[in-house]
């Protein structure tokens, strides 16, 4: 059915289209200062403008999701590249704040039509364990992508001068762009491989069985688990006498490589096997975040970033192996409830650091002294969302242990 197809490029189309979402996290976190200073904008300012990526991004996975096999992943992508493009150019000529929030918006947009259009076209591929192997690979350019813009933003920006301008360093989001739109040009998408799954109506049903909904709620705590501790962890362990900015690439680092060499891991230990592990070298990870000081948080570094490297790539091809009816609505629902448990959660999390201020203070502590040990309660706190998932991953490994493929699916274990 699909063996006309061009799986190579079609494969490195959308890695080069995950590589331009991995650029705008990055470039776009590395340019926030001369944005603020260039138009005068508050940390609340930025806050919002940062927070447009975010909304625009489980929103267009969701449409994308319920219009895929309507519309169509080629109609996808070509939505992603228009809204990619505006974005970029819409924040390089920006007037100001409301500027900035539009393309921004535009920028999240398109990421979301990047996640909405290649996860469902790698599973139509694809399937077995080369499935869940280029899943891996494919999601390897988040990390990856993060790690290499936040480099060449570090470098262009210590440039100085036009090469470190804010306006330049948005030029490069082009390049990943143009790429992946040349490489999609005129090529033939692959048909979905399962039987009935272009119904949304056998979406939907798809989507109310046990196991849909299992992976659906932990999936908002692997999101969790992953995004929470990164988002605060740098600043906890700067004040550690760890280099925060390492810290950072070390963990994107593991994960790229960790994703690369995927496959033959899933093969040996199985979706559930991956899950059940990374469940528990992730609790230890954030545990030692929480408790290290200096050097060791390297190492505590290394264990998370084995801990979490493979939950969001194994989580969608878990839907796509387990669940093959809901379709490319189904790996969008769980993508899109991954980006909204991370904003739900941050703001429960940021009660967490407020509260142990609050009693560390009271008991005297002051200084990078209470900031650090604060943190580090926090970090501890947070060690209850993949400490959960060690019991949910147990249970979910027995349960699938002796399940069969089904039809139309191979290799389920």
Request: hydrophobic share 55%; glycine share 12%.
């Amino acid at each position: 059915m699909n063996e006309n197809i061009n799986r190579s490029a079609l494969f490195n189309g959308s890695c080069f289209a995950l590589i331009t979402t991995a650029f705008t996290f990055a470039i776009r976190a590395g340019i926030l200062p001369q944005l603020g200073e260039q138009f005068g904008l508050s940390a609340e300012q930025l806050g919002f403008i940062n927070s447009m990526w975010f909304l625009g991004f489980p929103i267009s996975m969701i449409i994308g999701g319920l219009v895929y096999h309507s519309f169509g992943p080629a109609n996808i992508m070509r939505v992603a590249f228009v809204a990619h493009t505006l974005g970029i150019l819409l924040t390089i000529y920006a007037g100001g704040y409301t500027t900035l929030l539009i393309s921004t918006l535009f920028i999240g947009f398109g990421n979301g039509c990047t996640e909405a259009a290649c996860n469902p076209m790698i599973a139509d591929m694809y399937s077995g364990d080369k499935l869940n192997k280029m899943l891996n690979r494919f999601h390897m350019w988040f990390p990856g992508g993060i790690m290499l813009g936040a480099i060449i933003s570090n470098i262009m920006t210590s440039m100085g001068g036009a090469m470190g301008a804010w306006q330049t360093q948005m030029w490069v989001l082009m390049i990943p762009t143009i790429i992946y739109a040349v490489l999609f040009y005129g090529k033939a998408f692959p048909k979905p491989k399962v039987e009935g799954v272009t119904s949304l109506a056998e979406n939907f049903k798809a989507m109310v069985s046990p196991v849909f909904i299992f992976l659906f709620f932990t999936m908002a705590l692997t999101a969790i688990t992953e995004f929470g501790p990164q988002q605060w962890v740098n600043i906890v362990l700067s004040k550690s006498g760890a280099n925060a900015m390492l810290i950072l690439a070390l963990t994107t680092g593991i994960m790229a490589v960790g994703r690369f060499f995927a496959g033959p891991v899933v093969a040996k230990l199985g979706q559930t096997g991956v899950l059940l592990g990374g469940a528990i070298l992730s609790t230890l990870g954030i545990y030692l975040f929480s408790v290290v000081t200096g050097g060791v948080a390297y190492f505590a570094a290394i264990i998370f970033a084995l801990g979490v490297c493979y939950f969001w790539p194994v989580m969608i091809g878990a839907v796509a192996q387990r669940v093959p009816l809901s379709g490319a609505l189904g790996m969008s629902i769980i993508g899109g409830i991954g980006m909204f448990s991370t904003a739900i959660f941050q703001p429960i999390i940021g009660g967490w650091i407020d509260g142990n201020m609050a009693e560390k203070s009271a008991q005297g502590l002051t200084g990078e002294e209470l900031e650090l040990v604060a943190g580090q309660a926090t970090l501890l706190n947070m060690v209850a969302f993949p400490g959960i998932l060690i019991v949910l991953f147990l249970i979910f490994f027995f349960w699938q242990k002796n399940v069969k493929a089904p039809v139309g699916v191979e290799a389920v274990h």
